[in-house]
């Protein structure tokens, strides 16, 4: 067996691990505001961490500003206007594109 499958079922036995863990967690716990609180925006925060540094993390020392942050501010605006997920995705596919054609 080679080390990267080594790798590979060591890496799926920790997150089934984890998983397990999370399931064993008790319910009053749970329950908790702030716990609640931290599972609601958690998720929010590293959604938009992920997509910072996908826009503006293209150079290896600094960021880049190009098409992409034009069409997350699309996607910002028609996101900030309420538009269902798939126009405000429709909205930052085609205004990127459009940069990138005229540019």
């Known amino acids: 067996m080679s080390t990267t499958w080594l790798a590979v079922l060591g890496t799926a036995a920790g997150c089934y691990g984890l998983k397990l863990l999370g399931l064993s967690v008790p319910a009053g716990l749970l329950d908790r505001p702030a716990v609640r609180r931290f599972a609601a925006l958690a998720p929010?925060?590293?959604?938009?961490?992920?997509?910072?540094?996908?826009?503006?993390?293209?150079?290896?020392h600094g960021l880049t500003v190009d098409a992409r942050a034009a069409g997350l501010a699309v996607a910002g605006i028609a996101a900030w206007r309420r538009a269902p997920f798939l126009v405000v995705v429709l909205a930052a596919v085609v205004a990127t594109a459009a940069i990138r054609a005229v540019s």
């Open 44 to 60: 929010i925060a590293l959604l938009a961490a992920l997509t910072a540094l996908q826009t503006f993390g293209g150079a290896p």
